[in-house]
Structure formats: structure tokens, C-alpha cells
T-cell receptor, first 117, second 109 residues
Framework: NAGVMQNPRHLVRRRGQEARLRCSPM?????VYWYRQLPEEGLKFMVY????????ESGMPKERFSAEFPKEGPSILRIQQVVRGDSAAYFC???????????????FGSGTRLTVV | QQPVQSPQAVILREGEDAVINCSSS?????VHWYRQKHGEAPVFLMI?????EQKGHEKISASFNEKKQQSSLYLTASQLSYSGTYFC??????????FGAGTTVTVRA
């Protein structure tokens, strides 16, 4: 049973380019969460998605960032016109259902390390 | 709103015990604990639901005080493999986890 698959593992972009990060959740998981982590810091929530729906994007910058989870295919986190401050590790996690006291944890992918040069 | 974790870091010798605390200012539905090794993904350890239960995973256990909105993670008889950064994740009524800043645990032989 494959876990959460993220690709690419490492991504280098020049300032002003676009970055596309992909996440395939675990089989049977329909809830996807994206988190951003700076070196030596915690995980900052960005966006929570279900198939074809954005449930909560309160942690995502209003400009340049967007996310989707189409009916078919992986979830995509897209960063347009990247700047040096976007350099970070981006983790995707999935769960089989919505939280609010349900008895399951998140399964995290290995992350995409984005470096903007 | 992010939960507050303490301490920021702890250094142990093999066999010693440690406690990591996590507190929130909001009413919690659940508390999760994860461990992350350097350069790797966070790994789920356990979840505690409302009701003040205590859970265990190997010699790692946790408790949840619902009234105080606090959780504690107990590392007992620590092993070298326990080294890593421990994060608590708190869930409120918005169905997502907010993570603390992490506690770095170093276990030395």
C-alpha cells in the first residue's frame, strides 16, 4: 500500500518562474492538506482540499499561490512568479475522512524541497 | 491558532525520561503527536480524543487534559531511535491540524 507520494523531491526555480508541486494521497484517502516548513521551524498550514473542493485556504497567501485537487489525478500546489522567500519544504498529508474527533492521523509525504535562486 | 510546545529542546542519555507539553487557547477536539527525523516526513505517533484518555506507542505515551486544553507526551526509558523533533497537532472545529513549533529531542549513548 503506497503512502503519500510527492514529486518532485527537489525543485530549483529561478525568481519569477512557476513551481508546480504534486501530491497523490494514500489509496482510500480523500482529504489532502498542504503544509509549509522552513528550516528548524514547525509546519504551517496552507490549504485543505477534498476532491474538486477547496475546504479551507486560510493559510495560503492570496497572491501567487493556488491549489487544486481534481476529480482525477494528484493534488497540485502552484506557486507563480516565485521569490526567494518561497524557498521551503512543502509537505502534503492525507487522511481518510474529516477530523473533528475522528480516530485517525495524517499520513505525510516525503515533501518537496523548493529552492528559489 | 498554533499550540504552544515546551520545552524547545531536550538532551537525554539513553534510558532517561522526558516530558513534552502542548497547550492551546482554543477548545480541542483532538491532539495528535508526530515525530520528524531530519530531512524526512513527519510520522504519526498517536491521537488523543476528547475524554482525557491516555495512549501509548512502545514506551512513548501521552495524555490529554480536555479541561485545560493541554496534552503531554512522555518518553520513557529513551532509546537512540527516539531522537528527532516532536510536534503536537491540535484540531479544533475547523477540521485541520495546527502544529506547534516542535521540540527537538536528542538521545545520546
Amino acid at each position: 500500500n503506497a503512502g503519500v507520494m510527492q514529486n518532485p523531491r527537489h525543485l530549483v526555480r529561478r525568481r519569477g518562474q512557476e513551481a508546480r508541486l504534486r501530491c497523490s494521497p494514500m489509496k482510500g484517502h480523500s482529504h489532502v492538506y498542504w503544509y509549509r516548513q522552513l528550516p528548524e521551524e514547525g509546519l504551517k498550514f496552507m490549504v485543505y482540499l477534498q476532491k474538486e473542493n477547496i475546504i479551507d485556504e486560510s493559510g495560503m497567501p492570496k497572491e501567487r499561490f493556488s491549489a487544486e485537487f481534481p476529480k482525477e489525478g494528484p493534488s497540485i500546489l502552484r506557486i507563480q512568479q516565485v521569490v526567494r522567500g518561497d524557498s521551503a519544504a512543502y509537505f502534503c498529508a492525507s487522511s481518510p475522512g474529516q477530523g473533528a474527533g475522528q480516530n485517525y492521523g495524517y499520513t505525510f509525504g516525503s515533501g518537496t524541497r523548493l529552492t528559489v535562486v | 491558532q498554533q499550540p504552544v510546545q515546551s520545552p524547545q529542546a531536550v538532551i537525554l542519555r539513553e534510558g532517561e525520561d522526558a516530558v513534552i507539553n502542548c497547550s492551546s487557547s482554543k477548545a480541542l477536539y483532538s491532539v495528535h503527536w508526530y515525530r520528524q527525523k531530519h530531512g524526512e516526513a513527519p510520522v504519526f505517533l498517536m491521537i488523543l480524543l476528547k475524554g482525557g484518555e491516555q495512549k501509548g506507542h512502545e514506551k512513548i505515551s501521552a495524555s490529554f487534559n480536555e479541561k485545560k486544553q493541554q496534552s503531554s507526551l512522555y518518553l520513557t526509558a529513551s532509546q537512540l531511535s527516539y531522537s528527532g523533533t516532536y510536534f503536537c497537532g491540535t484540531e479544533t472545529n475547523d477540521y485541520k491540524l495546527s502544529f506547534g513549533a516542535g521540540t527537538t529531542v536528542t538521545v545520546r549513548a
